[in-house]
């Protein structure tokens, strides 16, 4: 009997190391392609924003990036005068883009500023002022076609309008 337990155990060995090794794959889900898309060479993005102020001149922002998150912070030309002080205004320009294909993407962008505001002031000659700041923008999620403008805010106080070009390198 040990013989032959022993002939039946070399016999599976010989078996399994001439076999090949199973592999699973998972099934695509429902709605996913079966087969990955070949790799696509990584391009650059150019995403300008423009916007009209009242009584003012266009202002914009570009943001050379490629596919994924973006963050520009930087100071308005413009600042904010209160009580004969000049207080600097922030601009906040950040988001996210997805391409879909090669002639559209998702956009996620926040589009805003950091405005001073006074809170408090004391009374009497060189009284002293308290300042806060308050946050307000345009945070919005939409599709773009590459080389074409959209607007995307239309109001009383101007325009906003959104650009993105691939760059090809």
Known sequence: MKTYSLMLAALFTAIACHSQPVTWQTPPRV???????PARDPVNYLIRVEWTEPK???KSLEVLTTEGS???NTLQKASVKINNTDLPVTLKFNGTLNEINEDKGRL?????????YVTSTGGGPG??????????GLESTFIV??????VVQSDENGDISVLVKRIEN
Request: glycine share 10%.
């Open 31 to 37: 709605g996913q392609p079966a087969a990955a898309a």
């Open 56 to 58: 003012g001149d266009p």
């Open 70 to 72: 973006f963050e520009l």
């Open 108 to 116: 996620q962008l926040f589009l805003g500023r950091n405005v001073p």
């Open 127 to 136: 009284a002293i002022s308290s300042y806060s700041q308050t946050s307000v």
């Open 145 to 150: 076609t590459y080389g074409k403008p959209v």
